[in-house]
């Protein structure tokens, strides 16, 4: 049986190409089954105010830095979405005399346009929100060297090289509205997938690369970082893959509400607790990844029904 068209993007596949009774499955978890989907290997978290949360998504940077030394650099791979964690990061470092010499970071990704990674000139530029809002705060004889902050925009494969000579700790990272992490979307509908998504397996096999935004991060990204003014975004970007983050010892994703919805909260933390990894969610195929975490403000968790506004 051929899977229905997106209601959405018809030339894309997403979650509105799932079986309908997986839908309707994630639609009906209330705030307290939705907290009890955890397993061994996914655990949920909740967060009563919007400033614990925000404090316990940086202290994984923390956390993740005081782990490092000489003989074991280690870091941490953090997003831009959320970015409200990043100026407590630095603040904690500072407060603290932290110092950052063998720690590293890793972005998740960066804006491409014609072809080429955007330069911290660039409105949107995700290594400029990380430097603006977080490392640039921290006091210079703490500040981690240059050389250990690592972004997805240059030499792709050396980015890729990192995650093996350096223990990445944790990923962070926000879920989108495509269900991504990181710029993870679902592919074209066209070519070999014009009748269904890659398998879970082809696109575990994917590693950092450039590629095409779906129409609804296209819209998400304008919405939650440029005002709505969908013109100022690219539609291409580098992104960290799934081959790096299966090298991560842990994968972390913050949901405040900010971007995305109470249904969408809920599908991604269904299908990896009862093991339904689709390509079409990407965040779906972290059901294989043994150590998963999902951290909600709970406020935001809310319940998906008919409201009008």
Not at 6 to 16: I, Q, R
Not at 135 to 142: G, H, S, T, V
Request: aromatic share 10%.
């Amino acid at each position: 049986m051929s899977r229905p068209l997106s209601k959405v993007a018809p030339e894309w596949w997403d979650y509105t190409t799932l079986d309908p009774e997986i839908l309707a499955d994630a639609a009906k978890l209330t705030e307290k089954s939705l907290f009890k989907l955890s397993r061994p290997g996914f655990t949920v978290h909740y967060y009563d105010t919007i400033e614990e949360f925000y404090a316990a998504e940086a202290l994984e940077y923390v956390q993740a830095w005081q782990k490092a030394t000489a003989d074991n650099p280690v870091g941490i791979c953090g997003p831009i979405g959320p970015t409200e964690q990043l100026p407590i990061v630095a603040r904690i470092v500072n407060a603290l005399g932290i110092s950052l010499k063998h720690a590293h970071f890793w972005g998740m990704d960066e804006w491409v346009e014609d072809g080429v990674p955007v330069g911290m000139d660039h409105p949107l530029s995700f290594a400029k929100a990380d430097f603006e809002l977080c490392f640039n705060r921290i006091d210079k004889k703490l500040r981690m060297p240059k050389e250990n902050i690592h972004f997805p925009s240059g030499d792709l494969k050396a980015y890729t090289q990192t995650y093996s000579d350096i223990v990445c700790d944790t990923m962070q990272g926000g879920q989108g509205d495509t269900k991504h992490w990181a710029f993870n979307d679902p592919v074209r509908r066209k070519g070999k997938y014009k009748d269904a998504p890659p398998t879970p397996e082809e696109y575990r096999k994917l590693s950092a690369r450039v590629t095409e935004l779906h129409p609804i991060t296209i819209l998400q990204n304008a919405r939650t970082s440029g005002g709505g003014y969908v013109a100022n975004v690219p539609k291409s970007a580098a992104t960290v893959g799934p081959v790096e983050t299966w090298k991560a010892n842990k994968v972390s994703i913050w949901q405040a509400g900010t971007h995305d919805n109470p249904f969408g909260m809920r599908l991604s933390a269904w299908m990896i607790a009862k093991k339904i990894p689709d390509s079409a969610v990407p965040m779906s195929l972290l059901a294989d990844h043994p150590n998963v975490h999902f951290h909600y403000y709970r406020p935001a968790i809310k319940t998906v029904g008919a409201e009008m506004h």
